[in-house]
């Protein structure tokens, strides 16, 4: 007995020094996973419907698709999209008319009719929440995020943060950063652009949002083409092979499933702060 007792106590103490490390680090902080990743789909293109809805459902994934009010495939496929929500994903909210602001270098497409930097903020404001309307519509939910067109976050010179503050439960914002589950900023969520990367390149991305315990978002246009913003069919899906053979660590949902979750931990930690 004493020849084991002393291996035996190191041991032990090794167990609880490693829980405690873990805890510290927030290891399992996402709703028991060690991180979380967002796949976010923008412009409602008709390859989401066709390419990207498809193999996220065989692999039981669920995103978030930002669909303008015009986009073309929800006047055409409204079915579609509705099917889409069925299953499970978000619809996400990107105005009536994706403004974007026509007075910055390089913004000759923007049409002059909703061009952001004309907007007054009851214009801005009225759009998005008739764009809320127009979604409920269609997949009878009150509970969704929203993204910022062209990532632009100011109008009138003021900031839309706290303005929809009471439209959503969270917005995506463009500034590429992970985030652990304290430093997200529930109306400026960051974000990755994926422009052409390969597989192997988001698939490192994620790695390193799982080492460091953190939520890591992307924002898709074109897959398998359809926009000038663009990843390749076979590379996109070898990361979401990826995270379905990664699951049970990596927490995939979409955006508003992700911004409630961080609410209420985020409110949790303030009421335990509030007791000290
Ligand atoms: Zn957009």
Redesign the pocket.
Known sequence: MKTIQGPLITILMLIVTINAVSQEKGQYTWNGHQCAVALTY??GLNVHLDLVAPTLDSAGLKATF?I?GNALSLRNRLNDWRTLAKNGHELGN?TLF?PCAGDLPGREWVNPDYDLSTYTMKRMLDEIRLANTLLQSIDGRTKRTF?Y??GEEMVEGMSLNSEIAEDFVGARGVVPKTMEIGEVVMFDIGAFMVSGQTGEALIAMVEKARKDFSLIVFIF?GVGGEHAINVDLAEHNKLLRYLKENERDIWVATMADIAEFVMAHQMSLERLEGHE
């Open positions: 923008d412009d930002y303008p990107h994706h993204a067109t062209c246009h």
